[in-house]
């Protein structure tokens, strides 16, 4: 016993003192293995100007902000604005988080990095000024009020001016799909009637009659839009239908309003090229407003919605579809909506807000490039 302790206390002190011993050899790795920092870095003088899609005030895609309702000089090709409002749901609110939540989706897109290779465009890169707007105050005690405040913000920001002298596309971030209804008075003051594709699992032009107590609701604004004169009579699109009705007089009802309707299902027989010609065909020669309900995919897709519909379509068959529509050339887009992202339902991986964030950027990819088309010069 105490000849092994012996050795053992030698061997210690010989591997200790030896300058190739074990422990040394170790420790000398050791500090070999660490880089060397630079301790007088300077940095690029534009450093500051790079964005990170982590970081930085949540606007759309990293956008310029301007609150443009009280700023009535600004200028843009582009206004995004936010509609937070849903107290003209039937099932579950929720979707006056939407806006927040869309531009939480849309922060990996950078506007340095956004190229859309399958249009060939970077949105927010080319000719176009785009300007997040922020979002229009809006009462939640009172639908007729909020539909009133809607209304006149969505008609101030109309007022506005490109930097050529036009008038701007109007980018609402809704919001439950009420919102349309006001948007829609305010594109008609600039350019007259106007042709709906709606995007939706659900009709939403049902008689204001069936809903007790107030006729504006999120199922019947586009009712009221006809009786207003305000859409075309005989030019509007569904797309993505698959609700349940009252019955066949649903149907009936819609088609006297002047609509055509493309099921869910029908891509199973036309493809995503199919559902672009038949849309575009039915559009062709007008002036489009495209409301694009996140409901219109399935819930696997996009959970976070108030009144979700299974068997719906898949974001990669709506980027195609959306495509081929908005750099159709007899196709002429004046506004667009994204609605009824709820974000309470969504999952962790918040992947409805990152779906309506791409709607838009999809949208917004073909407008820009229809631009870049017409031989409009960079911002």
């Given amino acids: 016993m105490k000849l092994s302790i012996l050795l053992s206390s030698l061997l210690l002190a010989t591997v200790s003192a030896h300058p190739g011993g074990h422990h040394e050899e170790r420790a000398v790795s050791s500090q070999s293995s660490h880089p060397t920092y630079p301790t007088n870095t300077t940095l690029a003088p534009n450093w500051w100007n790079d964005i990170v899609p982590y970081g930085g005030i949540n606007t759309f895609a990293h956008l310029p902000h301007v609150f443009c309702l009280s700023q009535p000089s600004e200028t ?7 509609a937070p409002f849903d107290t003209a749901t039937s099932y579950r609110p929720g979707a006056r988080f939407g806006p927040r939540a ?3 989706g849309s922060q990996r897109q950078i ?8 249009t060939g465009v970077n949105p927010y890169a080319s000719w176009a000024k785009i300007t997040d707007c922020g979002d229009i105050p809006l009462t939640s005690f009172s639908s007729e009020l909020a539909l009133a405040q809607m209304t006149s913000a969505f008609e101030e920001i109309m007022t506005h001016k490109t930097p050529s002298g036009g008038s701007p596309l109007l980018v609402t971030l809704g919001g439950d799909h009420s919102i349309i209804l006001g948007a829609l008075r305010a594109v ?7 042709a709906v594709l709606h995007f939706d699992a659900h ?7 069936f809903y007790v107590g107030t006729p504006f609701t999120h199922g019947t604004m586009l009712n009221l839009a006809g009786r207003e004169g305000l859409i075309s009579n005989n030019s509007n699109v569904h797309a993505g ?30 493809g995503a090229k199919g559902v672009v010609e038949k849309i575009v065909q039915r559009l062709k020669g007008k002036k489009v407003y495209l409301s694009f309900d996140i409901d219109t995919l399935d819930p696997a897709v996009a959970p976070g ?15 195609r579809i959306l495509r081929g529509i908005t750099t159709a050339e007899d196709v002429e887009l004046v506004g667009m909506d994204i609605v009824e992202v709820a974000p309470a339902y969504d999952n962790q991986g918040e992947i409805t807000a990152l779906a309506g964030a791409q709607v838009v950027f999809e949208v917004l990819s073909g407008y820009v490039k229809k631009g870049e088309l017409a031989g409009k010069k960079a911002a």
Avoid: C
């Fill in 188 to 194: 008609n003051k600039i350019h007259g009637q106007v």
């Fill in 102 to 104: 869309l531009r939480a």
């Fill in 305 to 319: 919605t108030g009144t979700p519909e299974v068997g719906g379509w898949t974001m990669r068959e709506v980027k």
């Fill in 76 to 82: 843009f090709d582009i206004a995004l604005i936010g």
């Fill in 241 to 270: 239908l698959r609700t349940a009705l009252v019955g066949m007089g649903d149907y009936r009802d819609d088609t006297e309003q002047g609509w055509l309707r493309i099921g869910s299902e029908d891509i199973d027989d036309l």
């Fill in 203 to 209: 009709l939403d032009t049902w008689d204001p009659r």
């Fill in 111 to 118: 506007p340095a990095a956004s190229y859309n290779a399958l």
